[in-house]
């Protein structure tokens, strides 16, 4: 069996962008979280957001700020137009993880064997809401014709292909909440069976514009009782919590054939050891009440990594902060690690930077791996009170520090569809 | 004619982001401004917009330099 490793990391969330930034901010328990402020929010319910701080000033950036998003340095505005803010989110992090990987293709052979799989759990939202805008005041003729190149999911993958010369699998993953965590999953088996000996894979999310904000308090899943106060919004666990925050960016990783990574002489942060999938079939959007789709995806991921429960030393939970999720996924995390409950440190990280849909699975993965690089936990914001015991370590408000050998970080989404990722320390 | 080379100029510098000496009349737009085909479809849009007239895709597709455009134009704004 092929094994998998990580060699590089790109970051763009609303903590800021590049990897030791947002890290460095994540385990200080700072909040990437604030009001809405380019757009009208008055008759939305819910007014805050994760946003990545650029330097145009959305999200609170300013040019000269350390982990500020400039566009410009992306990209051209000429060729911005012809890409939705995901696919720029996308391009960047990867772009990045490209760069701490030290690799790029130098023969015809070296780009066949190397892909992308970078999904989205929306895509174009705000193209697609101006282009119909459009459509519908200026008619057919007045619409541009990077309208459908600039939204479609899978052009995330394809611009990156473009931009590094990668002419091996090029795919992309839309499964709703789970997408990032798919995303790696899937890219691993396509390295570990053969398809490719890298794959730049991860997840891009940029849908906070009114039709997303307004979308998702439709379907009762957004927090709306902290709109003065954002940085307290999004505190899973917490029996004063009221649906998540939506964030965006995105998180992208290079995966590569852990003989490919060793002969170059590649800094290897974690290998991708286990991988399982399940689905609720239960509810479009509420979870399974026995969180027993969760709890097989777990179970499924440790068959694949050839571990049990004790040797997990860290959870990345999804734990979104809505009323109900929240406790079904604790619950299904006791179940399967029984008596190695007490003394398991699983954290929320959607607390700080809110949840990035289907960019979640993608940082959140890369989270747990640098918790095993770095042996320390990052906290879970706003617990004050948890809702329920547990003898789980939720890590409230602080990071823990504690050697993580193998981290599980799990990603459930809208449609009952389940998938968890372990991570563990490479040899 | 001078006002519509200078207004088409204006128009395909900005959308194809290159520098004014290179937009001359006789350069195309693919082969020397590096425009692709969905640039083309772009910029007949916005001397659409800008001229306020209607130019049909027959039309368009021979529409390849700035001069094809310009005539194209002061012929339709006469």
Redesign the interface.
């Known amino acids: 069996m092929r094994r998998v490793v990580v060699t590089g990391i790109g970051l763009v969330t609303p903590l800021g962008c590049g990897r030791e930034v947002v890290w460095e901010r994540l385990l200080a328990g700072r909040s990437g979280l604030g009001k809405i402020e380019h757009f009208e929010t008055d008759d939305l319910a819910c007014k805050i957001a994760g946003l990545v701080p650029r330097t145009d000033g959305r999200g609170g950036g300013r040019e000269g700020d350390a982990g500020v998003f400039d566009p410009d340095s992306v990209m051209?505005?000429?060729d911005r137009?012809?890409v939705d803010d995901f696919i720029l989110y996308g391009i960047a992090a990867a772009d990045e993880a490209l760069a701490d990987s030290g690799w790029e293709p130098q023969t015809e052979e070296d780009k066949h064997r190397a892909g992308v799989m970078i999904g989205s759990g929306i895509g174009g939202l705000e193209t697609t809401y101006n282009a119909s805008v459009d459509l519908h005041e200026k008619g057919p003729?007045?619409l541009?014709?990077?309208i459908i190149?600039a939204m479609l999911i899978n052009l995330v993958s394809g611009q990156v292909s473009i931009r590094h010369g990668l002419k091996g699998p090029n795919h992309a993953v839309v499964t709703a909440c789970s997408t990032g965590a798919h995303a790696i999953g899937d890219a691993a088996r396509l390295v570990s069976r053969g398809d490719a000996d890298v794959m730049v894979a991860g997840g891009a999310e940029a849908t906070v514009c009114r039709l997303g904000i307004a979308g998702f308090i439709a379907c009762k899943a957004l927090s709306t009782g902290f709109n003065d106060t954002p940085e307290a919004a999004s505190r899973p666990y917490d029996k004063d919590r009221d649906g998540f925050v939506m964030g965006e960016g995105a998180g992208i990783v290079v995966l590569e054939e852990y003989e490919h990574a060793k002969a170059r002489g590649a800094k290897i942060y974690a290998e991708v050891k286990g991988y399982g999938l399940s689905g609720d079939a239960y509810h479009i959007t509420a979870p399974a009440e026995d969180g027993d789709g969760g709890f097989r995806s777990m179970s499924a991921a440790l068959k694949d990594a050839g571990l049990q429960p004790g040797d997990i030393d860290y959870v990345n939970a999804h734990g979104t902060s809505t009323p109900l999720g929240d406790e079904i996924e604790l619950r299904a995390v006791e179940r399967l690690f029984g008596n190695h409950a007490d003394g398991l440190v699983m954290s929320s990280t959607k607390s700080a930077v809110g949840h990035l849909l289907g960019a979640a699975g993608a940082i959140e993965g890369i989270f747990s791996i640098l918790a095993i690089r770095d042996g320390v936990c990052p906290p879970t914001l706003n617990l004050d009170n948890p809702s329920v015991e547990t003898d789980i370590n939720l890590a409230p408000k602080a990071a823990v520090k504690k050697p993580v050998k193998a981290a599980l970080s799990n990603s459930f989404g809208f449609g009952g569809t389940n998938a968890s990722v372990v991570f563990v320390a490479a040899e | 004619m001078s006002d519509v080379l200078e207004r088409v100029t204006k128009i395909v510098i900005e959308h194809l982001d290159v520098d004014a000496e290179k937009v001359t009349e006789k350069a195309s737009f693919i082969d020397d401004l590096g425009a692709d085909s969905l640039d083309n479809v772009e910029l007949v849009m916005a001397f659409e917009e800008e001229f306020d007239i209607e130019i049909p895709d027959d039309a368009a597709e021979h529409i390849q330099t700035v001069g094809d455009a310009v005539k194209f134009i002061s012929e339709k704004v006469g």
């Open positions: 051209s505005a000429r137009r012809r003729r007045r541009s014709p990077f190149p």
